[in-house]
Nanobody, 127 residues
């Protein structure tokens, strides 16, 4: 069983930066891809970023490309989402999730392939 615990959310002014952390328990963490999703009020959960188990390949939603950076440290069972130049539309509950690994390169945007999910951390962006 894998458990994911997110932290680092909070209130930040537009244009500022914030780093989210995902701490994973379970020995299989380092062998599976993972992703970040977010859900804003009144909207469905959407894909934000993803990373392969090696950390060599990353994927980003067009809306965050160039501003967000996903990374991981398998030795520490940790994953990160660095968010720069935050915009009001970035405000949401952010979730980290661990993927099954099946056809990840083709389905990384889809929620259905992610087996474990964190509880979410709130990011609020003020203007």
């Amino acid at each position: 069983q894998v458990q994911l615990v997110e932290s680092g959310g909070g209130l930040v002014q537009a244009g500022g930066s914030l780093t989210l952390t995902c701490a994973a328990s379970g020995r299989t963490f380092s062998r599976y891809p993972m992703g970040w999703f977010r859900q804003a009020p009144g909207k469905e959960r959407e894909f934000v970023a993803a990373i392969t188990w090696t950390g060599l390949t990353t994927y980003y939603a067009d809306s965050v490309k160039g501003r967000f950076t996903v990374s991981r440290d398998n030795a520490k069972n940790m994953a990160y989402l660095r968010m720069n130049t935050l915009k009001p539309e970035d405000a949401a509950v952010y979730y980290c999730a661990l993927h099954s690994g099946d056809r990840f390169g083709s389905v990384y945007r889809l929620q259905s392939g992610y087996r474990y999910w964190g509880q979410g951390t709130q990011v609020t962006v003020s203007s």
